[in-house]
T-cell receptor
């Protein structure tokens, strides 16, 4: 086990509802990343944090998406007014802030929007 | 923007033969090139990586080569086994990781 945990593992929601996912990184890792993966595709970068600071957001991250890491430990990703196109696996990863530091992935949260 | 191209999208090889997957990247600032293996329903797992100051790296049956001038890198799996069947992703990283679209590798008995 890599040590990154995500909750919930599966979420089914109706279109228009809000959902929130949680990621707990490896404890000594100060960087935390969110990715989205749809079937048959590679993971797509969404955003990342160093400690509590959100350093970069992808253009994929619409205004309906917000991520936080208030204390520099766990992070939450919220999707407001979900759409069917939001259905995907949401992966979290963590690493040390080193050049080329390996990212360890969590098991992911699979979101299905009906 | 940053982009990683990966080929082929699907690859079938006879058990025991070698498999080669090739990737190109666009961001000159990329300095770290990991390869991930993902089995159905599971998280990506790092199998090998190479840094920009190295041209080749080998770990048992797996090797990776990097040509920074041409901005391409390759994964080589020798003596393939059934358990090598999976989707393989190349990636290029500065801070965030940019993934290729993946190669589905089938090992034929």
């Amino acid at each position: 086990d890599t040590g990154v945990s995500q909750d919930p593992r599966h979420k089914i929601t109706k279109r228009g509802q809000n959902v929130t996912f949680r990621c707990d990184p490896i404890s000594e890792h100060n960087r935390l990343y969110w990715y989205r993966q749809t079937l048959g595709q590679g993971p797509e970068f969404l955003t990342y944090f160093q400690n509590e600071a959100q350093l970069e957001k992808s253009r994929l991250l619409s205004d309906r998406f917000s991520a936080e890491r208030p204390k520099g430990s766990f992070s939450t990703l919220e999707i407001q007014r979900t759409e069917q196109g939001d259905s995907a696996m949401y992966l979290c990863a963590s690493s040390l802030a080193l050049t080329g530091g390996e990212q360890y992935f969590g098991p992911g949260t699979r979101l299905t929007v009906t | 923007g940053e982009n990683v191209e990966q080929h082929p999208s699907t690859l079938s090889v006879q058990e025991g033969d070698s498999a080669v997957i090739k990737c190109t990247y666009s961001d000159s600032a990329s300095n770290y090139f990991p390869w991930y293996k993902q089995e159905l329903g599971k998280r990506p797992q790092l199998i090998i990586d190479i840094r920009s100051n190295v041209g080749e790296k080998k770990d048992q049956r797996i090797a990776v080569t990097l040509n920074k001038t041409a901005k391409h890198f390759s994964l080589h799996i020798t003596e393939t086994q059934p358990e090598d069947s999976a989707v393989y992703f190349c990636a290029a990283r500065d801070d965030k990781i940019i993934f290729g679209k993946g190669t589905r590798l089938h090992i034929l008995p």
